[in-house]
């Protein structure tokens, strides 16, 4: 005989949950321990006096454990799971991956050299509104894959083309953050010495668009305009002793680069920042060179206004560069505020709104 329960399929409602549960702790408690193991070890959670001995579990490393094919699908995984898993709101996501993993990176300098440097990367990709998430690995693993050729941003467009294969994604971005050494000359004494600069170097993709970025933070002196001329006015008139106020400041450059010009070497850039700027901050040093110092930054006053129209005008001369923003701070020895500014030409660096803490990354630590 069939018999047919038209109702089976429809959610309980709270006094039937509850009926259930009333029945269930009534079989329970008279149910064996054996019993209960074999229907459902939870149930021993709704009696607090019936002790139940879980299965003895291994607290020891199973080093010969071996993980086959079968058991790796068996594998949970939350990320890749259905829409329904989704928390917030079901919108798409810009960005999402990782940031600062770091591995040593090939890079090819302007005279033909190579150095290895270690790199800092950050790899993100879009994720639709209907998908729970990505796996994280999956980009380490495709810019490992890559890791072992010169660097370029060729290399770094393979490297996204396998983002965008692996993760199903319509958006990607990679970023490398270094820091270049390049041996500068003092000024007067002919000493020679390493400086260091921030450089990061970035591959956008937007809507099937790439774009290739370079940013640069150049370190120099800035002597105040109006300090070195109050200074001189009370030497000329009352035969006082006095010094303009200069600072440590620095200037981050970030430049789009024109994908069908040759190549901007970061040296290039780096000079580029020499010509605007001449006072640059000195690694060696002797007292000639301290002397030569001082009287480049006479030569060469500047206020913050004046530092972003000098490294505007380097970069407006090179064809090889397309939109660029500067971003300087003078971090003042007279107040106890910097002086800032920013300067963009294009549609690349445009922004109505900047990360608040923008300014205070613009810190060189010494």
Known sequence: ????????????????????????????????????????????????????????????????????????????????????????ARQQIQHVGISNFRLPIRFHTRDNGDLTLETSVTGTVSLEADKKGINMSRIMRSFYRHADRTFSFEVMESALDDYKSDLESFDARIQMRFSFPMRVDSLRSGLSGYQYYDIALELVETDGVRQKIMHLDYVYSSTCPCSLELSEHARATRGQLATPHSQRSVA??????????????????????????????????????????????????????????????????????GDFRVVAS????????????????????????YDPKLFSTLVHAG
């Open 1 to 88: 005989m069939n018999i047919h329960t038209p109702d089976l399929n429809q959610s309980p409602d709270r006094s039937e949950a509850e009926a259930a549960l009333d029945t269930l702790r009534i079989w329970a408690r008279g149910a064996s321990e054996a019993e209960i193991l074999a229907l459902d070890p939870s149930i021993a959670r709704l009696l607090p006096e019936k002790t139940i001995d879980y299965p003895t579990l291994s607290r020891s490393y199973p080093e010969s454990f071996e993980v086959s094919d079968s058991y790796k699908a068996s594998l949970p995984d939350l990320q890749n799971g259905p829409s329904s898993l989704i928390r917030g």
């Open 252 to 321: 981050r450059i970030s430049v789009e680069l024109d994908s069908d010009a040759q190549c901007l070497w970061f040296e290039d850039l780096i000079e580029a920042c020499r010509r605007a700027v001449p006072t640059e901050t000195q690694v060696m040093v002797k007292r000639e060179d301290e002397q030569a110092f001082a009287e480049l930054n006479a030569a060469n006053p500047i206020f913050v206004e004046d530092a972003a129209r000098l490294f505007c005008e380097q970069l407006l001369a090179d064809h090889r560069i």
């Open 330 to 353: 003078h971090q003042e020895s007279l107040h106890s505020h910097d002086a800032v500014s920013i300067l963009v030409e294009g549609e690349t660096f445009a922004a109505q709104s």
